[in-house]
């Protein structure tokens, strides 16, 4: 099993990188795979400010472009950030009706890969808790005829700490950005059409 007494984007990075080359003949996810790439959610502050470091890293015509699909998925959102339970949420993801994410590239491909939102990196295997065992689904590509138990153990992870850790990460952009709320969410879209106003000063700050 991961250790997981320290949770970061690189440790989650080569945890899922080790899950698909162990049970590759289980696992179709992987970079260039853009099935889970369509429809909105919402992210926390430190996935944003993430988002806003991958954008940022961006030549400026692919910029420009990506910047042009955000802006008109964000005319359906208009505020920067929601409560964590905000009930406009759910409103907000089916208006979008599934469109795709204004990050994914021509040919099916992440253009902000390395920075993507914690649950993109998570997304697509079964989610295995250290406590509370299998409670989520998963990608009907991945793991087609269930789940053996070898890769039960193997697929469990913390998840309580991963969600203390990001609650940490978030607490401490809300107070470098003057945002009340630490558990304060966001969409891609809407970190990509106000990137210029305000994202790219707390990236500064990164």
Same mark, same amino acid.
């Given at each position: ?73 964000? /005319?359906?959102?208009?505020? #920067?950030?929601?409560?964590?339970? %905000? *009930? !406009? ?5 089916? &208006? ?73 990460? /978030?607490?401490?952009?809300? #107070?470098?950005?003057?945002?009340? %709320? *630490? !558990? ?5 879209? &809407? ?16």
């Amino acid at each position: 099993m991961w250790n997981t007494s320290t949770v970061n984007t690189v440790d989650i990075a080569e945890w899922f990188s080790r899950i698909r080359k162990q049970y590759a003949g289980q696992m179709q996810c992987g970079k260039g795979c853009s099935a889970c790439c369509y429809g909105l959610f919402d992210i926390s502050l430190a996935d944003a400010v993430d988002v806003a470091h991958g954008f940022q890293q961006l030549t400026p015509d692919v910029q420009q472009r990506v910047r042009s699909r955000a802006v008109d998925l964000n /005319s359906m959102i208009r505020e #920067r950030t929601f409560s964590e339970d %905000d *009930p !406009r949420i759910d409103q907000i993801v089916d &208006s979008a009706n599934n469109r795709a994410c204004p990050c994914l590239g021509d040919a099916g491909e992440c253009l902000i890969y390395e920075h993507r939102p914690l649950a993109c990196r998570l997304e697509g295997v079964p989610m295995v808790d250290v406590n509370e065992g299998l409670f989520g689904d998963w990608r009907e590509l991945n793991f087609v005829e269930g789940v053996p138990d070898s890769a039960m153990r193997d697929l469990k992870l913390d998840y309580n700490r991963i969600d203390a850790s990001e609650e940490i990460r /978030s607490a401490a952009i809300a #107070r470098q950005s003057g945002l009340p %709320d *630490p !558990r304060a969410v966001t969409f891609i879209p &809407s970190v990509i059409a106000e990137f210029d106003r305000f994202w790219k000063f707390l990236v500064l700050k990164k």
